[in-house]
Nanobody, 115 residues
């Protein structure tokens, strides 16, 4: 299983950013996918999830209405569109799935929201 995140960076408050996750090494189209985030000293927080077909999504309360998760099963990609960003969205963002009974993680991508 390999998950490679990209698209992180510095953005001003109120701005937007789109994260991407390239997946390989497993049956991507049969797996639900999630985005998590983590800041130093805090537990990893689940931000959003999407079913294998993409027809159902769910979001953490802190991002609901601002973030959108999507996927492209033809390209083995999952995305996180982040709008109306806030300083408290600053974190390392991770793409994740469960494979062979354990949760798998990418290396993460840093997102910083600051003026």
């Amino acid at each position: 299983v390999q998950l490679v995140e990209s698209g992180g960076g510095l953005v001003q408050p109120g701005g937007s950013l789109r994260l991407s996750c390239a997946a390989s090494g497993f049956a991507f189209s049969s797996k639900a996918m999630s985005w998590y985030r983590q800041t130093p000293g805090k537990e990893r927080e689940r931000v959003a999830g999407i079913t294998s077909t993409g027809d159902t999504t769910d979001y953490g309360d802190s991002v609901k209405g601002r973030f959108t998760i999507s996927r492209d099963n033809a390209k083995n990609m999952v995305y996180l569109q982040m709008n109306s960003m806030r300083p408290e969205d600053t974190a390392v963002y991770y793409c994740s799935t469960v494979s062979w009974g354990s949760r798998k993680w990418g290396q993460g991508t840093q997102v910083t929201v600051s003026s």
